[in-house]
């Protein structure tokens, strides 16, 4: 599958203009994401920022209104703005220059190799500014490094979510907690937490502590897992290339290999659960989705990152046969040709084409919303709502199942 998409049709920059002077954008139809609730045709929303403050007909909802108005046409689908679940904006820097098809192990070591200390701010504000321009409104990011610089360009942008300070290593980090610095950083909107990296490269301690400070600050916890299958072997007999790449760099001297699947040892360390995020889970056997589905964990899907290192597709129609709940994310410019959501919406129809549209729009918006516990301000298009909207690209529209019950 290749990796680089088209791009899509780009609304207006008018949607979300500076300032907080309220104004009205019209549409075709609106999508509220609200449960139960029909689409809106022939709507309109008033907007202050990206806070929405009314949302219905157009004939009542600009009854009386004077503000400037963006029309938007008749093709027009409007949706809540976007969450991009996953990403690590710090590695912003390297998009030029990452392999494409050389395999994992290849990628991990051209990763390991990198100055992944030499952030570029000019690299990162392109990449926030991107983000933004595909109708995302908030993000769950990730990195070790320039949390708080990340935290600031998401911020100037008028982007909300999570940053993540991630725990990797063995080294016991029970005193790390979240940087004072990126704490400092996040303003309005954005909230600073933990995570893991993967269960390879992140002691079961640190984990467990992470999870746990996640849990004390009303965070979801976020975890790399089943990405490839090199991670599967390693964790059923400890050997294969890729367990030969990790011992005597992350993996710590006497490691011994738990004898069963990634996800069943994330199971037997207590980290999954409704407010687990595991990211990728491309290598499932069927025992491990039931596993996620019985502990209420939520797959983030990045398809256009495992394509693009060659780690498989994971079994999306497994996933949601058992009920798993859905995000998407576009991970980093070091796997992935742009940050653009809508070009990995088109990825996953690529390999998943009978998806139902519902599930898509979830992953979207609602999905992550709830695991945020920002159910009742993102997500959504209502009155309060603060993430605004965003327009589905018209290549999308007639692909996603617009009509169906609920997804009003």
Known sequence: MPNALPRPHRPPASLHPPGDAPRAVIARTALTMVPGAAPLDDAAVIL???RVLDIGPRR???????????DLGAQAVLVP???????????????????SGAGFCA?????MGQNLHALSPAALNAAVAETAGCGVAAVIDIGSRAGPAVAAALGRAGLQGLVCHEFLGWRSLAATGVPPALDAAVGDGLAATVSGHALYSTSPDNLRQGQALCRARGTPFSLHLAEHPGEVELFASGTGEFAALLRGRLLPKGWRAPGRTPTAEALAQGLLGPDTLAVHAVHLSATDVALLANSGATVCLCPRSNARIGVGVADVAALVAAGVPLALGTDSLASNDDLDLWNEV?????????????VVLDALTTTPARLLGRAHDLGRLVPGAVGGVAVIPPDLAEALDLGSPGRG
């Not at 088109?346 to 519902?358: C, K, M, N, Y």
């Open 81 to 99: 703005g976007l969450l991009n679940a996953h990403s690590h904006l710090e590695l912003s820097h390297l998009g030029a220059h990452s392999p």
């Open 107 to 111: 990628w991990v070591a051209w990763l």
């Open 346 to 358: 088109r990825a996953l129809l690529a390999v998943h084409p009978g998806l139902p549209g519902s």
């Open 48 to 50: 202050a920022g990206r």
């Open 60 to 70: 009542l909802v600009l009854r009386g209104f004077c503000g400037p108005t963006t």
